[in-house]
């Protein structure tokens, strides 16, 4: 089988920013390709966007803008989770021959309309995630006796990370009882458990082995692919306490790439909302159920940026169509060993996790040097 | 390499109606479902949404509708070229491996965004589809000296073959002089001369070689797949008396096919205005530059059905994410045998051409029994 690497990246800085959805496009795509001149735009045969935005035709207007003239061209859509399956779809059209070089960008303004679940009649009124979120919160809690305090420390963490992060939307830190005394939102979530809606972009160029080894002497390759969809309401969840489809797209990442979960040395998990790290450690098998919130105090304690190197969604704001593509290119970066402040020593093996509402779809990808 | 094999479909009639772009999902993939209760909704493993709609997360929820939990869950958009943009990637997702059966479904409001073309500045206030296309025929019209009557003669016949299609928008025929005392829109485009934006959904189920053989005796299989996106804003074009997209898009699929033009039996191509016709005839070989109303005169004139045999989108109503789905169920019907009046005599294979905005961007399919 043709082997699939990531050859080079750009990105924005996450702002509150207005900006035009193309130009956002445009400029994390013009820094992948400032930052990697020798690649030959004619030699792109796709070009994929990954947004909620509801502007027609991107993919044609990126190409025409940057001066390429792809087979393949069109938008991604899967909520929160559009830019992961952008990466999936960019890999099957490699490995099937359909295309060599593969360009994806995903961009997003803070007026998102993927923000409010309009479509779920479930939800009745409570058509923000945060209900959703606190319905996981409420659940989780009880059913592992843990406290406001342990939950909150997500979000002291991925603050804390994040000022390491010359892109991120947040670089402010805060203490536990600053996230307690936050504004109260729900009964079980404060404003500093939640991510921010932002705008930014992030590019990534995925190119076959051949390729990859003549544009980059190290190319991340893509060893691990994992999808799940469990339902769109999420009135059909399993369960509130763990995260089903992505226990479901986690095993199945680790399968094809032939690991197990120890053996994963940095990992971006989509933390939309303080209480969805420890839940997504759990799934995911980096923690076993109920000691997800132990684990993110040791690595805290620590000062062990294993977990959300770059913030999480929590501290670098969550633009949606980008986020699955900036976390990819936080664990390229630690792979790479470009991570300064927030390196993770001897990175080797790094996972991404990309959800989207109630965790009713995820996808996971396994990336290696 | 893997073989791909459409082995169902299902599809709604093109009508006015107002339904809500879940129902019409729900609908064409209930349609296909109903027509082969053999096939097995949990051995589904992608399902693409193609629409220009502004509903998020559609794939999730005509999942959790029809009862699938895929893999791979997202919707897809290259406005009126969405439908084959979705066949593409779904044929790369299974012969990648990624995948072994995904399901398709196209759908469309008449009240679709995708109709304006509002991110083109170099349209200035000309954004309806019709200003290009009027600029195509006086163009085509001038440089070949062809009359208002040749390029009316397209709609009379797409007309008369919609007749005979039992989901077609249109059930009226009309004369040349019909088509020209119609409302006068621009200087060389009358209302007679225009596909109409319509409601509908039409869904097809792909499978590797060894699954289709299995569900289906006489799955068509995807011989031949050509794309090429040349710009966005419709004065790139380096002609508007040709498709430069289309050509391209058409070789690549051809040569892929190890076929050329006379091979082709029955032909679906994307005459969204009546002067695309002969354009993209011949841009796709099928006639000599200039020479593609005299084809379509013959072929009128001995009641052969070749060309658009569902009445084309001017015939059939134009759902945009649905067009290229159901132009490509209309060549199944063709080579399995199964469209009764519309049947060209002995169709073995068969073209698909869609495209977007101008023929900024094409795909063009070869399908084999």
Known sequence: MIKVGIVAY?????????????????????????????????????????????????SPILSEMVGIQPKIAH????????????????YSYIVSGLADMVLISGAERNDSPGQILEWDNSRGEFKHPIFWASIFAKSYKRKFSISDEQIALVSVKNHKQAKENPNALSNKTFTIQDVINSKKLTDDLRLLDCSR????????????????????????????????????????????????????????ALKMANHNANDIDVAEVHDAFSVCEPMALESLGFSKPGNGTNMIKELYETNNFKINPRGGLIGSGHPLGATGIAQTI????????????????????????????????????????
Chains 1, 2 share one sequence.
């Not at 702002?15 to 020798?38: A, G, H, R, Y």
């Not at 060993?337 to 996808?363: C, E, F, P, W, Y």
Request: hydrophobic share 35%.
């Open 10 to 58: 750009g990105i924005t800085p996450f702002t509150k920013d207005d900006q035009k959805i193309e130009s956002l496009l445009l400029k994390s795509t013009k820094n992948l390709f400032d930052n990697n001149p020798e690649i030959i735009r004619n030699d792109i045969d796709a070009v994929l966007v990954s947004t909620n935005n509801n502007s027609k035709y991107l």
């Open 75 to 90: 938008s991604i859509e899967s909520l929160c989770n559009s830019g992961t399956n952008s990466i999936v779809s960019a």
């Open 197 to 252: 809606p932002c705008t930014g972009s992030a590019s990534i160029l995925l190119a076959s082995e051949e390729t990859a080894r003549k544009i980059t002497d190290m190319p991340i390759w893509i060893t691990g692919i994992g999808q799940k969809t469990t339902s769109a309401g999420f009135t059909k969840n399993t369960s509130f306490s763990s995260m089903e489809s992505t226990k479901l797209a986690g095993q199945a």
């Open 330 to 369: 936080e664990i390229i970066q630690q792979l790479e060993s470009s991570a300064t402040n927030r390196q993770v020593d001897n990175a080797k093996i790094g996972l991404v996790h990309n959800m989207s509402a109630a965790a009713t779809s995820s996808t996971v990808l396994v990336l290696e040097k």
